[in-house]
């Protein structure tokens, strides 16, 4: 697919996921980086993503916001990258169901927990994860083995599980759990992981702000 490929971020945001993906793609981006307060909001941007968050995609005529949709769609869109099985594998149930457990449960449940709610143990049947402990325990017996998700294959599910699991170590809101910790090891000193960091560390670092 030859249609232009842009890329709306910002360095301190969801955005490191979608451009470690887009490294991990290696095809041709252009990357728009917004401010929250002005760029993010402004009619420009709004006809992009209504919410006025990043990240987003622009490939051709088409726009994809949310970050694991950004990853499944891009995996799709570039198939020679092997970032996910074709369709009809038999691993490609297993792929969603990683994908999308951390756009689900993981999310929401580091969500609760940043609010400072305590979930009374009777409730946690109308959550979408159930409980702090299910979830871990789901996480330690997903990445337990020596390799990823899927066995031997690296692909978009990973990237994005791994990067809720790396992000939520350094701030607490994941257990430090030994595999967990050898897991996000092993897929971020993948070269394309080292390069999206460096960028997105360069800008912030050049951020007035910094």
């Not at 092997?82 to 951390?102: I, M, N, S, T």
């Not at 997903?142 to 599980?161: H, W």
């Not at 809720?164 to 595999?179: A, Y």
Request: charged fraction near 20%.
């Amino acid at each position: 697919m030859a249609d232009k490929l842009t890329f709306y971020t910002h360095p301190m945001s969801r955005g490191r996921i979608v451009r470690w993906m887009l490294e991990e793609v290696g095809q041709p981006y252009d990357a728009v980086v917004l401010d929250y307060a002005t760029s993010m909001k402004a009619p420009e941007y709004l006809a992009i993503n209504p919410m006025g968050k990043v990240p987003a995609i622009r490939h051709g005529d088409t726009v994809v916001t949310e970050a694991a949709a950004i990853c499944a769609y891009l995996a799709d869109a570039f198939p020679q990258a092997k970032l996910a099985p074709p369709p009809g594998d038999k691993l490609r149930g297993p792929y969603y169901r990683w994908l999308f457990y951390g756009a689900g449960p993981v999310e929401m449940m580091v969500s609760i927990q940043t609010l400072g709610i305590d979930v009374p143990e009777e409730k946690g049947r109308t959550l979408g994860y159930g409980s702090r402990d299910a979830v871990h325990d789901a996480l330690e017996q997903a990445v337990s083995g020596p390799n990823y998700l899927l066995g031997k294959q690296f692909t978009a599910a990973d990237l994005y599980l791994g990067s809720q699991i790396w992000w939520r170590l350094q701030f607490g809101t994941v257990d430090k759990r030994p595999s967990l910790e050898a897991y996000v090891e092993r897929i971020t000193s993948r070269p394309a992981a080292v390069r999206a960091r460096q960028i997105d560390d360069a800008l912030v670092a050049a951020s007035p702000r910094a």
